[in-house]
C-alpha cells in the first residue's frame, strides 16, 4: 500500500513555457504532500508543503509565483513550474504519507526536467 | 545550513566488506529515518527510529539511535552490488516535515 505516482518521468521544456508535474496517491487520501527538488549528486530540498483546500506553505528562498502548486483533491497534487529558465532544471520529486504519525513518507518516481 | 551532517560522503568497497554510515544531528527530531535512492528514481523507506539507544535490524543492515537521539548509523554487513545506491537519513520535525541530510553514495564492486 500506499503508493505515490508522479507523471511525467521526464520532460523537456523551451525557456520561457510552463510545466505541470502530477502527484497522486493512487490507494490512500492525502491531505498534504510535499514538493522537493534534487540537483545531480545532491539531496533533497523541501520546497513546499502542498495543503488540501488552501494555500500550500513555501520554503525560504522558493518563489512562490514561480512555483505553483494546486492541491484540489485528496489525491491529488500539482507543481507547475511557470515561465521556466534552464536554471529551473532539476529533478523534481513528491512525497505524501496516509498517516505520518504512524507510516513513513512515499515517493514518486520523480521528474526530470529538462529547460532548454 | 544543514542539519544532519552525513559521513562520509562517498563509499566504494568490495563485495564482502562492511559498511558504516554516519548521521549527526544539530538537532532533536520527532524521529529519524534512513533512505536509498536510486538513480531517477524517488528515495525509498529503509528504516523509522524514535527512541533513543534503539537498534533495528533489516537483513544485512543495522540502524542505530544513539541515546541523545542526535545521532545514527546504517551499517551494512557482507555488501553487495545491490546495495550501491545514495543513502539518505532524514530527521522528522514535529510539523512532519523532512530534513535530508546531504547522502552518501556508495559503490560495491563486484
Known amino acids: 500500500g500506499a503508493v505515490v505516482s508522479q507523471h511525467p518521468s521526464r520532460v523537456i521544456c523551451k525557456s520561457g513555457t510552463s510545466v505541470k508535474i502530477e502527484c497522486r496517491s493512487l490507494?490512500?487520501?492525502?491531505?498534504?504532500m510535499f514538493w522537493y527538488r534534487q540537483f545531480p549528486k545532491q539531496s533533497l530540498m523541501l520546497m513546499a508543503t502542498s495543503n488540501e483546500g488552501s494555500k500550500a506553505t513555501y520554503e525560504q528562498g522558493v518563489e512562490k509565483d514561480k512555483f505553483l502548486i494546486n492541491h484540489a483533491s485528496l489525491t491529488l497534487s500539482t507543481l507547475t513550474v511557470t515561465s521556466a529558465h534552464p536554471e529551473d532544471s532539476s529533478f523534481y520529486i513528491c512525497s505524501a504519507s496516509p498517516d505520518p504519525s504512524n507510516y513513513g513518507y512515499t515517493f514518486g518516481s520523480g521528474t526530470r526536467l529538462t529547460v532548454v | 545550513t544543514q542539519l544532519l551532517e552525513q559521513s562520509p560522503q562517498f563509499l566504494s568497497i568490495q563485495e564482502g566488506e562492511n559498511l558504516t554510515v554516519y548521521c549527526n544531528s544539530s538537532?532533536?527530531?520527532?524521529?529519524l529515518q534512513w533512505y536509498r535512492q536510486e538513480p531517477g528514481e524517488g528515495p525509498v523507506l529503509l528504516v523509522t527510529v524514535v527512541t533513543g539507544g534503539e537498534v533495528k535490524k533489516l537483513k544485512r543492515l543495522t540502524f542505530q539511535f544513539g541515546d541523545a537521539r542526535k545521532d545514527s548509523s546504517l551499517h551494512i554487513t557482507a555488501a553487495q552490488p545491490g546495495d550501491t545506491g545514495l543513502y539518505l537519513c532524514a530527521g522528522v520535525g514535529w510539523d512532519y516535515k523532512l530534513s535530508f541530510g546531504a547522502g552518501t553514495t556508495v559503490t560495491v564492486r563486484a
Open positions: 538537532s532533536v527530531f520527532s524521529s
Open positions: 490507494d490512500f487520501q492525502a491531505t498534504t
